[in-house]
């Protein structure tokens, strides 16, 4: 049995806290864990046409997580339908980080992930596409961050060699998480990402909370329906990834 989600409570007219709060602490759904189970956060990264449709998409019955590329047709009408079916949106930094890279400063860098952000209102934070270009620009890295620190955004980064943005990202004070598996980076069986998926199970079991990444392909949401199913599902609770962020 898995966490059930619950829509959170809009903050009321006029109330100043909700702008002290920030983006993540705003747009955040309730959730949660009465048996105190180790987290796991499943991301589907929308592919649009090459994965399943909206209303397939909103037919998942267990917490996932849902990263919009910014870029990408009607991605505001998408991010809308996904948070109002009680799901948690992110954004992706669009095409790799060429469109937020492409100022000379971090007010440009800041400037672009305000239009990200606008084009996607309801998103708790910001993730990569699985090449993880902005992680592999530190000075990009780092606008990044003062920019999310501003505004409240959690970040999500790769689990790739030493990863020192998520360190930067952590010592700033930005909600960071670490992914640490592409379910499908090679379009992947069923049986291998259900494999993919118990191993997610024994890093969250060893260290509390633990966050995988998928693409919204026919293929892998199957799996992740089947593994939803299992024994091994059983024993962490499925979360929006705020819960992971906020829990670290």
Do not use: C
Not at 37 to 54: A, F, Q
Not at 85 to 102: D, F, H, K, M, Q
Not at 131 to 142: E, I, R, T, V
């Amino acid at each position: 049995t898995t966490a059930q989600t619950v829509p959170a409570e809009k903050p009321q007219a006029n109330a100043p806290k909700v702008d002290q709060q920030g983006a993540l602490m705003r747009n955040r759904i309730g959730f949660d864990n009465p048996n105190a189970k180790p987290l796991m956060s499943i991301i589907l990264i929308d592919v649009g046409s090459d994965g399943l449709d909206t209303g397939a998409l909103r037919s998942i019955e267990f917490p996932v997580t849902f990263a919009i590329k910014s870029d990408a047709p009607e991605a505001t009408l998408q991010a809308k339908l996904l948070a109002q079916s009680g799901y948690e949106v992110l954004a992706v930094t669009p095409s790799g980080a060429a469109e937020i890279g492409a100022g000379e400063n971090s007010t440009d860098t800041s400037k672009a992930l305000s239009k990200i952000f606008a084009t996607i209102p309801e998103a708790v934070g910001l993730i990569d596409p699985i090449s993880a270009d902005m992680q592999s620009s530190p000075k990009l890295a780092d606008e990044v961050i003062a920019a999310l620190k501003k505004s409240g955004y959690g970040l999500l980064t790769y689990d790739i060699g030493l990863n020192p943005t998520d360190k930067k990202a952590r010592h700033a004070g930005v909600p960071s998480g670490v992914v640490f598996r592409v379910l499908d980076a090679e379009r992947e069986s069923g049986v291998v990402i259900k494999r993919y998926l118990n191993r997610a199970v024994l890093e969250a079991q060893k260290t509390g909370q633990v966050i995988v990444v998928g693409r919204t392909y026919p293929e892998t949401v199957a799996a992740l329906f089947s593994w939803s199913l299992s024994a091994k599902s059983a024993t962490i609770a499925l979360a929006p990834v705020s819960a992971v962020l906020l829990a670290q």
